[in-house]
Nanobody, 118 residues
Framework: EVQLVESGGGLVQPGGSLRLSCAAS????????MSWVRQGPGKGLEWVSF???????YYADSVKGRFAISRDIAKNTVYLQMNSLKIEDTAVYYC????????????WGKGTLVTISS
């Protein structure tokens, strides 16, 4: 059974940092692209970032230069390092598995809440 379990969310002041983790199980982690998607209060889903099987990373313009995605194959874990956080980064962050080559999002975690507030 495919499972994606996010952790690391919380309350942070503007300008602060957080690192989200997503522990994957039930599939060959190294064989898939992995992504982070968020949903802010009252907003739709917003793609944030993804990392390919071989390592290249891609980011939404709204987070470029502030967020960094990475993966640890040995730990079956994908991370999202978030720096210089803004109030508009407040959202539930979901870890998502991407199919190849379609980029379809086939499995989602339950999400972790990130709240940016002073």
């Amino acid at each position: 059974e495919v499972q994606l379990v996010e952790s690391g969310g919380g309350l942070v002041q503007p300008g602060g940092s957080l690192r989200l983790s997503c522990a994957a199980s039930g599939f060959t982690f190294s064989g898939y692209r992995m992504s982070w998607v968020r949903q802010g209060p009252g907003k739709g889903l917003e793609w944030v970032s993804f990392i390919t099987r071989s390592g290249p990373t891609y980011y939404a313009d709204s987070v470029k230069g502030r967020f960094a995605i990475s993966r640890d194959i040995a730990k079956n874990t994908v991370y999202l390092q978030m720096n210089s956080l803004k109030i508009e980064d407040t959202a539930v962050y979901y870890c998502v598995r991407l199919l190849y080559p379609s980029y379809a999002m086939d499995y989602w975690g339950k999400g972790t809440l990130v709240t940016i507030s002073s």
